[in-house]
């Protein structure tokens, strides 16, 4: 069968060396094309890589239970240094006065404004005590005595360093206690504190002060092997301080105060014999 002829220009054939000629260079084209595509491919994963690192860096983690917040740290720029000249400080220029005959007088300056008068302080004065102090024996009647069986006591009035004061001789041989007690009528309601010195020659006993009321409550204190200390004692004592002994009830009744006593007693401890002790200052404020 024959065709009919063609206008196109006939095809070269390839022998083998054209074709192995082309086989080499589509080779080292694909080769290429694979080497420039794994380059592209590295370098975009190291971008990548180094992207990542340089955000991961300024990320700040978010307070408990929310979420991160990325921040850019914002490059720093120094601060700018300003310098300004240093004004020194001058006096207040001060006119000087125009001469006697000038035409133009200074304005009279105003008057100063007066001072502020400044009062004194008052005088803060100690108050007065309420009512009047309650001193023995002045005060009171006449000593009273009062031993047990076999002691004996002298009491009296007297005076010592200046003040009006009570002696107590006494024997305690063979009796355990005596006292001298100031028989008195008084509302003791506006005193609140005792006051006196005692002080003591001989045997060490003990020695008691008592107040007793209407319905014959006692309450007071004593002071154990004291009665031979030769160095004053000072006692300020508050009433509310004194402690329940005996009879009538465990409260005393200060407007009724009826008896007020000091006594020398022997206790456990105590040595008994012969002494002689001088109470002065007795005073209820």
């Known amino acids: 069968m024959n065709l009919p002829p063609s206008d196109l220009s006939p095809q070269k054939k390839l022998n083998a060396h054209r074709k192995r000629a082309l086989l080499s260079f589509r080779r080292k084209t694909d080769l290429a094309w694979f080497l420039l595509t794994l380059m592209m491919f590295s370098a975009g994963v190291t971008a990548f890589v180094f992207v990542g690192l340089y955000l991961r860096q300024r990320i700040v983690p978010a307070p408990a239970g929310g979420e991160k917040t990325s921040v850019v740290a914002l490059p720093q720029e120094e601060p700018s240094l300003i310098f300004r000249p240093s004004v020194p400080e ?61 002691a004996k006591l002298n009491a009296a009035s007297s005076e010592a360093v200046g003040e009006r004061a009570i002696r107590l001789n ?88 009826r008896r007020i006593s000091f006594a020398v007693s022997k206790r456990r401890g105590d040595q008994g014999g012969r002494g002689r002790v001088t109470i002065r200052g007795i005073k209820f404020s």
């Open 90 to 150: 001058t006096a207040p220029v001060v006119p000087e006065p125009p001469p006697a005959d000038s035409p133009f007088p200074l304005p009279a300056s105003p008057d100063p404004a007066p001072e502020p008068k400044r009062e004194r302080p008052p005088v803060l004065r100690a108050p007065e005590p309420k009512g009047r102090a309650f001193q023995i024996p002045q005060d009171g009647g006449p000593l009273k005595i009062l031993v047990d069986r076999g």
């Open 170 to 257: 006494y024997d305690l041989s063979r009796g355990e206690w005596a006292q001298c007690f100031l028989e008195v009528k008084e509302d003791f309601r506006s005193f609140s504190r005792v006051q006196f010195l005692f002080m003591g020659d001989g045997s060490n006993n003990t020695l008691e002060f008592k107040v007793v009321d209407l319905d014959g409550t006692n309450v007071g204190v004593d002071w154990p092997q004291r009665t031979g200390k030769t160095g004053w004692t000072v006692v300020d004592l508050p009433l509310a301080d004194l402690l329940y002994l005996y009879g009538g009830d465990p409260l005393l009744d200060w407007r009724h105060v």
